[in-house]
């Protein structure tokens, strides 16, 4: 009798200590850290780079990492708890005013990208459209004041106005819990999931009009539109040219939780940053925009030559490029604009010749800028204010 019980002690012993090792080990395989801000030094980025280089030597290998890499975002990012039918929702659209400026038209428009949930933005056409044309995604960054704001802000309509001009259709939105998104704030645990899942949803939206030539699908954006630009590039292979400006960093993921608030750099088993997301567009056409007062620095030593070496295992080195602006600040300015035009233009067939004054220079004067009242969805609402709760992030 006191051998069976003891028999049995041991058993439930064994059995309760095998358990709790492997609650623990799962535990610790779920432990993730988020990478945000300036997580690492300047140094220390480098160091990182040699180590991430050191798993690949040929595209192959490269290739096998790179769906590591685009897991992670996916499954750091939370998209596979969106539920599929929100996924499928066919898009309503909410028609707006509608502006005819010199040579194209600006309308705002509501997207409801799944039920009840609508994200407000303004579409860019060309006046003529003959057959198809590209399409351009025009994420906005973290610009939040007075006339300076998101989606309303000068560069994002100059730039706008002038693909249009150029023959493209140009879209952009607001950022999750801005502008007339007063349903939900900016900075929340959501932000990340839910900015990625408008950026594909509105992906849906623009591959289905039937003027969109879905060959030639393109997304460009700044700070924290440059995030979402090469996060949403990597993971779709619909998109087929990325212009990430001023955000491409070996050493700074990302200030706000809608851009690192997410463990989509790091996991248990897995690391990566911001300059493999990037790379992960490979071997399509890419154009880093970065300067001289924020963290992209470094990229023309750094960044750019580290992606460059993953373009040279497709023999691609072509299709990557970037414009460095050293005595330039964390902006989408006219320099930075004018290296987009000229990138799209060769690698996207935009017409280059209708922005162009007599002396054969990029003249954007033929732009007027409209106010933000005349740019909502809604005249009547208000934005919503200091979105990122008064954290000064740029």
Not at 46 to 57: D, Q, R, Y
Not at 88 to 93: E, G, M, S
Request: hydrophobic fraction near 35%; charged fraction near 25%.
């Amino acid at each position: 009798m006191r051998n069976s019980f003891i028999k049995t002690a041991v058993f439930i012993f064994v059995t309760v200590t095998i358990f709790s090792c492997n609650l623990n080990k799962k535990r610790q395989a779920e432990k993730v850290e988020l990478c945000q801000g300036a997580y690492l030094t300047e140094e220390a980025a480098v160091e990182k780079l040699k180590e991430f280089s050191a798993t690949f030597s040929n595209k192959k290998e490269w290739e096998k990492r790179a769906v590591k890499i685009r897991a992670q975002i996916k499954k750091g990012a939370e998209l596979d708890k969106i539920p599929q039918s929100d996924w499928n929702f066919p898009i309503k659209i909410t028609h707006g005013e509608k502006y005819q400026m010199i040579g194209y038209t600006v309308e705002n428009i509501g997207l409801e990208l799944k039920p009840g949930y609508i994200v407000h933005g303004n579409i860019y056409m060309p006046d003529s459209i003959t057959g198809k044309v590209p399409a351009i995604l025009n994420p906005h960054g973290h610009w939040f004041e007075g006339a300076d704001y998101g989606r309303f802000r000068p560069d994002m309509q100059y730039r706008c106005s002038a693909f249009a001009k150029m023959g493209a259709i140009a879209i952009n939105w607001d950022m999750y819990g801005t502008g007339e998104d007063v349903a939900h704030k900016h900075h929340s645990p959501e932000a990340l999931t839910m900015q990625t899942f408008n950026t594909l949803r509105i992906l849906d939206y623009i591959s289905s009009l039937p003027q969109t030539d879905t060959d030639r699908i393109i997304i460009t954006g700044a700070s924290g539109g440059g995030t979402q630009t090469f996060i949403a590039a990597a993971i779709d292979d619909r998109f087929d040219i990325s212009v990430p400006t001023v955000m491409v960093s070996a050493y700074f993921y990302g200030g706000c939780v809608c851009e690192s608030g997410k463990p989509i750099h790091k996991s248990a088993n897995f690391e990566t940053n911001n300059v493999e997301i990037a790379a992960c567009f490979a071997p399509k056409p890419q154009l880093l925009n970065s300067d001289g007062d924020d963290w992209t620095k470094n990229v023309p030593d750094v960044e750019f030559p580290y992606i460059k070496n993953i373009y040279k295992l497709y023999g691609a080195e072509d299709n990557i490029e970037n414009a460095h602006f050293i005595d330039e600040v964390h902006n989408y300015g006219i320099s930075k604009r004018k290296a987009t035009y000229h990138f799209l233009a060769k690698h996207a067939a935009l017409k280059l010749n209708n922005i162009l004054d007599k002396n054969g220079e990029i003249d954007e004067s033929f732009v007027l800028l409209l106010d933000t009242t005349q740019l909502k969805v809604f005249p009547e609402r208000a934005l919503v204010v200091d979105p990122m709760e008064s954290r000064k992030q740029k």
